[in-house]
């Protein structure tokens, strides 16, 4: 039977939640280069980050901060710490108001993997687009759909020129389900 795996999004229906803002150095400057989170590598980060509450509400374990940056609470951490120590790397981040320790959650590896014939609609970059840095990359992806024969044994990756979607594999998505994350939602890939 093949392996599942999961996307993991932010719950974003429950009510009275926190939204967070974009990473941002501690003199409240955004990082350089947000996007360095999500793109399935491990990242260097040379001062200490901050993440600001953009809009106060209940603390959550796992959220989606600016430009989709994953930013997880310890109990969170140490599941992915436990169950995918060689996929992950976390980055520790201060939350203004907010005395818990969290981390920003990368997912350090990049797998090529969408299954464009699965999915139910797949859109790739064209010359006629004007982006040839882009070209023969997704440039929408809805329905997605990945082979699980080429994951390997990740347990937690980035897809392939679709970066935005951060996949769990199904041993993990319990593993969040057993510690009752708050802030987590699985879509089947």
């Known amino acids: 039977m093949p392996r599942r795996y999961f996307r993991l999004l932010d719950d974003v229906s429950i009510p009275g939640r926190w939204d967070l803002g974009t990473p941002q150095d501690v003199q409240g400057n955004e990082v350089d280069d947000p996007w360095m989170f999500r793109e399935g590598r491990t990242v260097h980060v040379a001062e200490r980050l901050q993440v600001p509450v953009e809009h106060p509400g209940i603390p959550l374990?796992?959220?989606?901060?600016?430009?989709?940056?994953?930013?997880?609470?310890?109990?969170?951490?140490?599941?992915?710490?436990?169950?995918?120590?060689?996929?992950?790397?976390?980055?520790?981040?201060?939350?203004?108001?907010?005395?818990?320790?969290?981390?920003?959650?990368?997912?350090?590896?990049?797998?090529?993997?969408?299954?464009?014939?699965?999915?139910?609609?797949?859109?790739?970059?064209?010359?006629?687009?004007?982006?040839?840095?882009?070209?023969?990359?997704?440039?929408?992806?809805d329905g997605m759909r990945i082979d699980p024969g080429q994951v390997g044994d990740a347990q937690v990756f980035r897809t392939w020129g679709w970066s935005i979607a951060l996949i769990v594999s199904e041993d993990l998505k319990h593993a969040l389900e057993r510690i009752h994350a708050t802030g987590v939602r699985f879509t089947e890939v």
Request: with cysteine.
């Open 61 to 141: 374990d796992f959220t989606l901060a600016g430009f989709s940056t994953p930013v997880v609470r310890a109990p969170v951490a140490a599941v992915f710490s436990a169950q995918a120590a060689q996929d992950v790397q976390f980055v520790p981040v201060v939350i203004p108001g907010n005395p818990e320790p969290y981390s920003i959650l990368v997912a350090s590896r990049l797998i090529r993997c969408i299954d464009d014939a699965a999915s139910s609609e797949v859109i790739r970059w064209t010359p006629e687009d004007g982006r040839p840095e882009r070209v023969g990359q997704y440039r929408d992806v």
